[in-house]
Nanobody
Framework: VQLQASGGGLVQPGGSLRLSCAFS????????VGWFRQAPGREREAVAC????????NYADTVKGRFTISRDDAKNTVYLQMNNLKPEDTAVYYC???????????????????WGQGTLVTVSS
């Protein structure tokens, strides 16, 4: 599966950005896409997950209420709408793809440890 994350940039605290993850080359009719992020000097962190078959979503506590994950099946694209951004949201954001139905409590463990080019989000005044 090929993934392309985009939409990052520089935004002021309190601002918004929408990230996109376009994917292609999958063969099954059900999928899950997860967003992860990695700040300088820190470990990669799971952010949000969505599936198409159950329309299941899950979020990290640090972004719950501020970020919204959604999908457009016609465009094979998953979005991450990020509102009320904080400096601690600064990171490279990556998307990942796997085939499962529900974003359960440990959804992030189901994604492979294979990372493509992410998109940089910088929140700063």
């Amino acid at each position: 599966v090929q993934l392309q994350a985009s939409g990052g940039g520089l935004v002021q605290p309190g601002g918004s950005l929408r990230l996109s993850c376009a994917f292609s080359g999958f063969t099954l009719d059900y999928y899950a896409v997860g967003w992860f992020r990695q700040a300088p000097g820190r470990e990669r962190e799971a952010v949000a997950c969505i599936t198409n078959s159950e329309d299941s979503t899950n979020y990290a506590d640090t972004v719950k209420g501020r970020f919204t994950i959604s999908r457009d099946d016609a465009k094979n694209t998953v979005y991450l709408q990020m509102n009320n951004l904080k400096p601690e949201d600064t990171a490279v954001y990556y998307c990942a793809f796997e085939n499962f139905h529900v974003c359960g409590p440990s959804w992030y463990l189901k994604f492979p440890d294979i990372w493509g080019q992410g998109t940089l989000v910088t929140v700063s005044s």
